[in-house]
Nanobody, 124 residues
Framework: QVQLVESGGGLVQAGDSLRLSCAASGLTFRRYSMAWFRQAPGKEREFVASITWSGGSTYYADSVKGRFTISRDNAKNTVYLQMNSLKPEDTGVYSC????WGTGANQEKVYEYWGQGTQVTVSS
């Protein structure tokens, strides 16, 4: 049974940092590209960042470029999202997703497995 479990969310002030983690089990992690998506209240879920199965390529939404960094540790079956200089508009539920092999696409439909999400709230 595949499980993706996110952690690290919380309530912070604008300008603060958070590091999200997504621990995977039940799959061969090194064979999966991983991504983070987020969903703000009343809005559709949107792509945030992704990293290919090899770790060789990373992709970011324009809104987070230069502030967020995605990384992975295949030995720990974990993908991370380091979020710096947080803004109120970064508020939302952050979910990780896994795509077998994959190219780190920014489209939800290619991701096979999803976590339940972790809440990030940024106050102004």
């Amino acid at each position: 049974q595949v499980q993706l479990v996110e952690s690290g969310g919380g309530l912070v002030q604008a300008g603060d940092s958070l590091r999200l983690s997504c621990a995977a089990s039940g799959l061969t992690f090194r064979r999966y590209s991983m991504a983070w998506f987020r969903q703000a209240p009343g809005k559709e879920r949107e792509f945030v960042a992704s990293i290919t199965w090899s770790g060789g390529s990373t992709y970011y939404a324009d809104s987070v470029k230069g502030r967020f960094t995605i990384s992975r540790d295949n030995a720990k079956n974990t993908v991370y999202l380091q979020m710096n200089s947080l803004k109120p508009e970064d508020t939302g539920v952050y979910s990780c997703a896994a795509e077998p092999w994959g190219t780190g696409a920014n489209q939800e439909k290619v991701y096979e497995y999803w976590g339940q999400g972790t809440q990030v709230t940024v106050s102004s």
